[in-house]
């Protein structure tokens, strides 16, 4: 996994460095300049206040991943980008532990999420990280885990006799003077998708966690797909293989919210499935979650809800009806409109608007731009304002402008 250069945690890994950090409160950015001025002032050195202001930085943002834990955690930039979030890591390892799998080698531990949760599960882990300063974080974080240890080599070296179950978490960015840089190319990802492939001819239980964007003719034959979507935002797809793959399951979306989880799951492959029917926008419009969509499930969301899609190429739904779901975000339609700036400028004037949410989907529009050209130059505020809601998508050659209400959940 990409680090952060190894003069940022060293001076951490003292007494002095671990108390100084221990008697910070959450990082405000506010508060850095005269925080580094006090403690230089108090006579420590400038690298210990630059590792340790950084670390504090970094650590009240892993509180939205880690929660409390984050506290006693140590980080890298790029390493929390690519953490996974504890709620889903707890996930991988009940996968693991409902399969029965004893010991998991966790290949590119990175800062070692997977393997906190695997090893609170009992599940004997050995952590492995090529990066030396990301090894040195995970050797911290997995202090409280009596089952995990942390091994600093190559993940593609690992001797994995005794060892039933295999989790990885490939580096799917790049470091740089200029910070991190995604990489889209899945056999450019440390290791590669064909080393995963490859341990899985193994029969032993294999879990890749992977960015959700790959594309469906990347994912391997003979694995089970699993987008998770958290709070709305797609994290993950992982490919699950042999023991930990689900029976009858290809692909799989899982949407965890402030209600809990919910998943919907198809046996067909990316190229088959449920068609489903294309019909006029009516009565409520939903927009699928975005794992739903990653998933390729959309139809299948439709025929649940007795729905349609507007376009056949675009993830708009609509129904006559109602439906409670987790898998899309209900508005009720009130009007359609062809896409034209200067009709819908009269259109926000005439109806008082001053606040304008803009949504979109098989189109150029820039939201941004667009809501300049629509809104006044100087709109009402506070209890004055007028709130509205445009779905701006494309039905066959046709743009059209769809004003909506959001449906409160």
């Given at each position: 996994?990409?680090?952060?250069?190894?003069?940022q945690?060293?001076?951490?890994l003292?007494?002095?460095?671990?108390?100084?950090l221990?008697?910070?409160?959450p990082?405000?950015e506010?508060?850095?300049?005269?925080?580094?001025?006090?403690?230089?002032?108090?006579?420590?050195?400038?690298e210990?206040?630059?590792?340790v202001?950084?670390?504090?930085r970094?650590?009240?943002?892993?509180?939205?991943?880690?929660?409390e834990?984050?506290?006693?955690?140590?980080?890298?930039?790029?390493?929390?980008?690519?953490?996974?979030?504890l709620?889903?890591?707890?996930?991988?390892?009940?996968?693991?532990?409902k399969a029965?799998i004893?010991?998991?080698a966790?290949?590119?531990?990175?800062?070692g999420?997977?393997?906190?949760?695997m090893?609170?599960?009992?599940i004997?882990?050995?952590?492995?990280?090529?990066?030396?300063t990301?090894?040195?974080?995970?050797?911290?974080?997995?202090?409280?885990?009596?089952?995990?240890?942390?091994?600093?080599?190559d993940?593609?070296?690992?001797e994995?006799?005794?060892?039933?179950?295999?989790w990885l978490d490939?580096?799917?960015?790049?470091?740089?003077?200029s910070?991190?840089?995604?990489?889209?190319?899945p056999?450019?990802f440390s290791?590669?998708?064909?080393?995963?492939?490859?341990?899985?001819?193994t029969?032993?239980?294999i879990?890749?966690?992977m960015?959700?964007?790959?594309?469906?003719?990347?994912?391997p034959?003979?694995?089970?797909?699993?987008w998770?979507?958290v709070?709305?935002d797609?994290t993950e797809?992982t490919?699950w293989f042999?023991?930990?793959?689900?029976?009858?399951v290809r692909?799989?979306?899982?949407?965890?919210?402030?209600?809990?989880?919910?998943?919907?799951?198809?046996?067909?492959?990316?190229?088959?499935?449920?068609?489903?029917?294309?019909?006029?926008?009516?009565?409520f419009?939903?927009?699928?979650?975005?794992?739903?969509?990653?998933?390729?499930?959309?139809?299948?969301i439709a025929?649940?809800?007795?729905?349609?899609?507007?376009?056949?190429?675009?993830?708009?739904?609509?129904?006559?009806?109602?439906?409670d779901?987790?898998?899309?975000r209900?508005?009720?339609?009130?009007?359609?409109?062809?896409?034209n700036?200067k009709?819908?400028?009269?259109?926000?004037?005439?109806?008082?608007?001053t606040v304008?949410?803009?949504?979109?989907?098989?189109?150029?529009?820039?939201?941004?731009?667009l809501?300049?050209?629509l809104?006044?130059?100087?709109?009402?505020?506070?209890?004055?304002?007028?709130?509205?809601?445009?779905?701006l998508?494309?039905i066959?050659?046709?743009?059209?402008?769809v004003?909506?209400?959001?449906?409160?959940?």
């Open positions: 996994m990409p680090h952060a250069p190894q003069e945690i060293a001076p951490l003292t007494t002095e460095g671990w108390e100084l221990a008697s910070l409160g990082y405000r506010a508060d850095a300049f005269s925080t580094n001025a006090d403690l230089r002032k108090a006579g420590h050195s400038a210990l206040v630059a590792a202001l950084t670390q504090s970094l650590r009240t943002r892993a509180e939205a991943k880690f929660g834990f984050a506290r006693q955690m140590l980080f890298t930039q790029a390493g929390l980008e690519q953490a996974t979030r709620n889903v890591a707890a996930r991988h390892a009940e996968r693991f532990a029965g004893s010991h998991v966790d290949l590119g531990c990175g800062l999420a997977d393997s906190m949760a090893a609170s599960m009992d004997s882990v050995t952590a492995v990280e090529m990066d030396e990301t090894a040195a974080c995970a050797t911290i974080n997995l202090i409280p885990f009596p089952h995990a240890t942390v091994v600093h080599t993940a593609t070296s690992v994995l006799d005794g060892i039933d179950g295999v490939p580096a799917r960015r790049t470091t740089s003077t910070g991190t840089k995604r990489i889209w190319d056999e450019a290791p590669p998708l064909s080393f995963v492939e490859k341990l899985a001819t029969g032993r239980a879990g890749v966690k960015g959700p964007g790959i594309p469906h003719d990347s994912v034959s003979g694995c089970e797909a699993q998770v979507s709070g709305g797609v797809v490919l042999n023991a930990v793959a689900r029976p009858g692909r799989a979306a899982l949407v965890i919210g402030s209600q809990g989880a919910a998943e919907i799951t198809s046996g067909e492959d990316f190229d088959a499935g449920p068609a489903a029917a294309v019909g006029p926008v009516e009565g419009l939903y927009e699928p979650d975005g794992a739903v969509i990653r998933a390729g499930l959309v139809a299948d025929e649940r809800l007795g729905g349609h899609l507007v376009d056949e190429h675009i993830a708009y739904i609509c129904a006559p009806e109602l439906h779901t987790p898998f899309a209900a508005y009720k339609v009130l009007e359609v409109m062809p896409y700036v009709a819908l400028k009269a259109w926000v004037k005439s109806n008082g608007i304008l949410d803009i949504k979109k989907r098989g189109t150029a529009v820039t939201p941004e731009e809501r300049k050209q809104l006044p130059a100087k709109p009402s505020k506070g209890k004055d304002a007028k709130t509205a809601t445009l779905v998508t494309r066959g050659e046709e743009r059209v402008a004003v909506v209400e959001p449906v409160t959940a």
